[in-house]
Structures are given as structure tokens and as C-alpha cells.
């Protein structure tokens, strides 16, 4: 059973970047054809899709974060990390990092609460 865990800072300041890692066990971030993703949801509002990368290393990105978002790998250590640039108080939400395959996100991490705020 694949387990993820999202770890970082709870709050971040204007203007600063947002840093978060996932730590997955019980699986590998290399196993065909997963795909992992970073998932929010804002205060009193929806789950948004921000990006993932793909068993293999490629990237994509919601087109309306793709300016501020980029998402890397480390595969010595299982994880995968999110950076979200030049955050504003909008970007407060709880960060999710899940495992997709096809569409399907079949496992999630427990979320972690990052507010921005000076």
C-alpha cells in the first residue's frame, strides 16, 4: 500500500516561495505509468490540480500556475517537491500530493495547511 506524506513550512510570506516535499513509501515514483501530483484546496473553495511529474520525469503544469510552479524529483530518496513562486495570500490552502495513474488519483497524502502571510 503506497503511502505519501507532504512536508514544509506552514507559513510562507508574500512574495516568497512556497516549498513543499512528498515523501512516498510502498512504491516507487519510478513505476510505470504513475504520475504525482500537487493537488490544493483553498479556504471554502474546490481542489485544484497544479501539476504532477510523470514516472519517467516529465513535468506538466495547470496552465494557470505554470508561471509560478515547477516540480522536480528525487529518486534516491523517493520524494517529489513542489515550488510555487511569488505567492500572494491566494495561494493559502492545503496542499495535497497524490499518486495518479490515468486520470485517477487513487492515493493521497493527509494535506498540510500553508498560509501566506506577512
Known amino acids: 500500500q503506497v503511502q505519501l506524506q507532504e512536508s514544509g513550512p506552514g507559513l510562507v510570506k508574500p512574495s516568497q516561495t512556497l516549498s513543499l516535499t512528498c515523501t512516498v513509501s510502498g512504491g516507487s515514483i519510478t513505476t510505470s505509468y504513475y504520475a504525482w501530483s500537487w493537488i490544493r484546496q483553498p479556504p471554502g473553495k474546490g481542489l485544484e490540480w497544479m501539476g504532477a511529474i510523470a514516472y519517467d520525469g516529465s513535468t506538466y503544469y495547470s496552465p494557470s500556475l505554470k508561471s509560478r510552479t515547477s516540480i522536480s524529483r528525487d529518486t534516491s530518496k523517493n520524494q517529489f517537491s513542489l515550488q510555487l513562486s511569488s505567492v500572494t495570500p491566494e495561494d493559502t490552502a492545503v496542499y495535497y500530493c497524490?499518486?495518479?495513474?490515468?486520470?485517477?488519483?487513487?492515493?493521497w497524502g493527509q494535506g498540510t495547511q500553508v498560509t501566506v502571510s506577512s
Open positions: 497524490a499518486r495518479d495513474l490515468e486520470g485517477e488519483f487513487g492515493s
